[in-house]
């Protein structure tokens, strides 16, 4: 069984940063996917970033260039660094980890999720 909790939400202005931890226990971290989703209120969940145990790293379209992804699996952390925040970046933030070797895009093909943590981006 995997646990991950997110945290580093909050409430930033438009132009800020924030970064954003997921913290795992359970199963290695190594051969999986750690995924970034966000929703907003009435939206579905859409994809912010994933990054493969390899290295590999993909991003929305709506976060290139201002969100990273970064991963320390011995420590079995994820992190997403977000800058030059917008008002329509807010949402709550999900980690979720695959080790099904699923699309990273998808949502469903993800084996676990974090409970989420709100972001905040005011103009």
């Known amino acids: 069984q995997v646990h991950l909790v997110e945290s580093g939400g909050g409430l930033v202005q438009a132009g800020g940063s924030l970064r954003l931890s997921c913290a795992g226990s359970?199963?290695?971290?190594?051969?999986?996917?750690m995924g970034w989703f966000r929703q907003a209120p009435g939206k579905e969940r859409e994809f912010v970033a994933a990054?493969?145990?390899?290295?590999?790293?993909y991003y929305g379209d709506s976060v290139k260039g201002r969100f990273t992804i970064s991963r320390d699996d011995p420590k079995k952390m994820a992190y997403l660094q977000m800058n030059s925040l917008k008002p329509e970046d807010t949402a709550v933030y999900y980690c979720a980890a695959d080790w099904s070797g699923g699309s990273y895009l998808d949502p469903n093909d993800y084996d676990y999720w974090g409970q989420g943590t709100q972001v905040t981006v005011s103009s």
């Open positions: 990054m493969y145990y390899n290295g590999r790293t």
């Open positions: 359970g199963r290695t971290f190594s051969s999986n996917v």
